[in-house]
Nanobody
Framework: QVQLVESGGGSVQAGGSLKLSCAAS????????MGWYRQAPGKERELVSI???????TYTDSVKGRFAISQDSSKNTLYLQMNSLKVEDTAVYYC?????????????WGQGTQVTVSF
C-alpha cells in the first residue's frame, strides 16, 4: 500500500517562500510518476507540477518560473520549492503518486498540506 505524507505548509506573506515535502513509503519510488496538485476553496483540484515518464517536468502556467519540483529517490521524498508566492497560490497542496497496481495504474494521494498566502 502506497502512503504519502506531506509537510511544510503554512502561512506566508506574498513574495515569500515555502518548501513542501512528501515522504513516500510502501513502493519503489522510481516506478511511480510523482507530482503535486492543489485545491483552492470552491475550485477543482488542479495539477501544479509533475514528473513525466521521460523525466521531464510539467508545470501549470501560473507557477512557471516560481515553483520547482524535485525528488530524492534515496529518501523516497518529493519536494516542491515555492518562491515568489502569490495570494492566488493559497490552497491545500496534495502529493500524488501514479503507480503500477496489478495490470493497470492507480493514483495515490497524501492528506494534503495547507498553504496560505496573505498580502
Amino acid at each position: 500500500q502506497v502512503q504519502l505524507v506531506e509537510s511544510g505548509g503554512g502561512s506566508v506573506q506574498a513574495g515569500g517562500s515555502l518548501k513542501l515535502s512528501c515522504a513516500a513509503s510502501g513502493y519503489i519510488f522510481s516506478s511511480c510518476r510523482m507530482g503535486w496538485y492543489r485545491q483552492a476553496p470552491g475550485k477543482e483540484r488542479e495539477l501544479v507540477s509533475i514528473f513525466n515518464s521521460d523525466d521531464t517536468v510539467t508545470y501549470t502556467d501560473s507557477v512557471k518560473g516560481r515553483f520547482a519540483i524535485s525528488q530524492d529517490s534515496s529518501k523516497n521524498t518529493l519536494y516542491l520549492q515555492m518562491n515568489s508566492l502569490k495570494v492566488e497560490d493559497t490552497a491545500v497542496y496534495y502529493c500524488n503518486a501514479f503507480c503500477p497496481s496489478g495490470y493497470s495504474y492507480k493514483h495515490f494521494w497524501g492528506q494534503g498540506t495547507q498553504v496560505t498566502v496573505s498580502f
